[in-house]
């Protein structure tokens, strides 16, 4: 038995699941890794496949049981590759069925529920927002996961469950999905092929809070060793910056030439938001926590993370 007992990662093979599987490791947990799929990586713990949107809340509930976890994280319900009609069926059931499931154990787990800043919707340029400021989400992805926090929150400051939400702002470094803003441009970088790289991107006029998903996954790990409950925290750096600034870091750290071309629907836009910047004092008041790498650390991780990643696809590749 490890010291902190068991984890249960559900999403654990995810962008951020992944870094929290590790961290959580790396703080004496035994981590049990949730996921429909068997990851393409080395989980970092004991891999279990389970599809939440299948399961009913009886049979997880059952599954759960044998595990016996002291810690429930729930990062699962990402945005990427999905439509947005898809989106509330991919984050709000199966979070409801493990709040229904999480009702029928007789030792109720800790859970670690993962929001997003996408829940505050659209806010006015230089605001910083936090747990006191009212979520409007605009869109479909926000929306499912505010219904979340709702639940989780209501569950928490009940005193039927214990736990917390931790709402995430934007996520950069190592493993950013390839869809991703970061992702897509590293991929035109790599595949001009030495040649001077044209990035067609929307106009880049979003400033955002980005956060090394590394940073995140301290905090997650402190959460969940936190006996805070009911409470919803911001993680992010506290800071806004502009999205071109993410890519022109890129760009630096690739040394690849490029040029830059700003054109109304020549990338996927995942959010309308046009700003966002959290407050980040609760949660080094309530867990300890502050965000210690900066963001051309992320980016410089991600990028080196990313060629790694695709020299050992084309090496697949080639082998077939």
């Known amino acids: 038995m490890s010291a902190n007992g068991s984890a249960v990662v559900l999403g654990g093979t995810g962008f951020a699941g992944r870094h929290v599987c590790a961290e959580l490791r790396r703080r004496g947990f035994d ?14 713990g004991r891999f279990l496949a389970l599809d939440l949107g299948q399961l009913s809340a009886g049979e ?11 810690v429930i994280v729930n990062a699962a319900g990402s945005s990427w590759g999905r439509t947005e009609e898809q989106m509330w069926a991919a984050v709000a059931p199966p979070t409801f069925r493990l ?32 747990a006191a400021t009212v979520a409007r989400p605009t869109g479909a992805y926000g929306m499912a996961k505010l219904a979340t926090t709702q639940a ?16 995430i702002a934007n996520l950069a470094g190592p ?43 301290d905090a997650v790990a402190a959460a969940a060793l936190s006996p805070v409950s009911g409470r919803l925290v911001d993680i992010g750096r506290g800071q806004s910056f502009p999205v071109r600034t993410l890519v022109e ?11 830059i071309v700003e054109r109304p629907g020549s990338a996927i836009r995942h959010s309308t938001e046009e700003w966002s910047q959290v407050d980040i004092e609760p949660a080094e008041r309530l867990l ?12 410089e991780a991600f990028w080196h993370e990313f060629v790694q990643r695709q020299g050992k696809t084309n090496a697949k590749w080639s082998a077939v």
Do not use: F
């Open 31 to 44: 981590v049990v890794v949730v996921a429909r799929k068997p990851p393409d990586h080395e989980p970092a």
């Open 60 to 70: 997880l509930a059952r599954e759960l049981e044998v595990i016996g976890p002291r």
């Open 99 to 130: 709040l229904d499931a999480l009702a029928l154990l007789a030792e109720r787990p800790r859970l670690v529920q993962l929001g997003s800043v996408l829940e505050y919707g659209q806010v006015q340029a230089g605001t910083t927002v936090g």
């Open 152 to 167: 989780v929150l209501s569950q928490t400051r009940t005193g039927r469950l214990t736990g917390m939400v931790l709402r």
């Open 175 to 217: 493993g950013s999905p390839e869809v991703s803003l970061l992702g897509r441009v590293a991929g035109l970088l790599l595949g001009a092929q030495g040649q001077r790289a044209v990035i067609e991107l929307d106009p880049l006029l979003a400033h955002r809070d980005y956060v090394d998903v590394r940073d995140v996954a």
């Open 249 to 259: 870091m890129l760009i630096t750290c690739s040394g690849l030439p490029a040029v």
């Open 288 to 299: 300890g926590w502050r965000p210690h790498r900066s963001l051309t650390e992320a980016v």
